[in-house]
């Protein structure tokens, strides 16, 4: 950990199966249980870690943090669990993480699937009016009560913001935006929502320093994603020294939940493709 680094916190962290560690993170808002369409399938030959970053779920902060914490957050979790290598997951948010703990320990990430994310992001979402909020707030509300209800939407999901995060209106994908995603909406901090603002008004870019990731990289778009562009997630996979691209038709931002099977089935095949993703000769853990 450097000199400068502020003191991290001990993330709260779902541990699931044996095997070859997987770190995957959550994106903004989100919890670590609402990565379970990857660790279900996963954990299954795998050792996943789904941790609640900080600021969210139930890894609370007490006081204003920068998105930098995250990282060293991240460091000390690896450490606690004695991960010297592990393969990383990361899914907006968590994408950009990912990536960032890739350059910044590069001798134990040992590949990166990046999930709807850029290292410069940008966004087409359009103006949001007063009806798009009320759409939302009647669709959310009935769909907790009653999850993937197709009245519901037909009638509301289809009309509300939900139609920017999603293309193929499921019943499956309404079922995780109840199940998972309210739940992390209302578990994600202000602080939380203030360290991304921040970054993302200082216009981060880190496509640049990407030629220095030297692990195989796996990058998956939407082409409908309003959140993070197709084409912003095109450019970092561009910049990426030993990336496989891979572009979605008709699905946006929470694509793994509009076409689970399809993106699971991709990703095990690119592990498949990519032995050294799993490589254990640096890794202590059993």
Known sequence: MQQSDPPAIS???????????MLCLHGHPGTGASMSVFTQHFSRRFKTFAPDLRGYGKSQAKTAFAMQDHLVDLDA????YQIERCLVLGWSLGGILATELALRQPERISGLILIASAMRPRSSHPPIS????LYTGLAS????LQPGWRWNIDTFGKRSLYRYLIQQHTAIAYQHLAIEGMPAYFQTSPSARQALNDALRQDYNRLADLNQVKCSSLVMAGTADRHITLESSL???QHL???HWLSYPDVAHLFP???PNQVLRDIDNWIESNPDVVDKRSNALS
């Open 77 to 80: 979790l690896l450490d606690r």
């Open 257 to 259: 939940w509009e076409i």
């Open 235 to 237: 450019e970092t996979a």
């Open 11 to 21: 993330l709260s962290v779902q541990v699931q199966g044996s095997g070859f560690p």
């Open 141 to 144: 509300v009935i769909n907790w």
């Open 241 to 243: 020294p030993k990336c």
């Open 130 to 133: 007063w009806e798009d909020n």
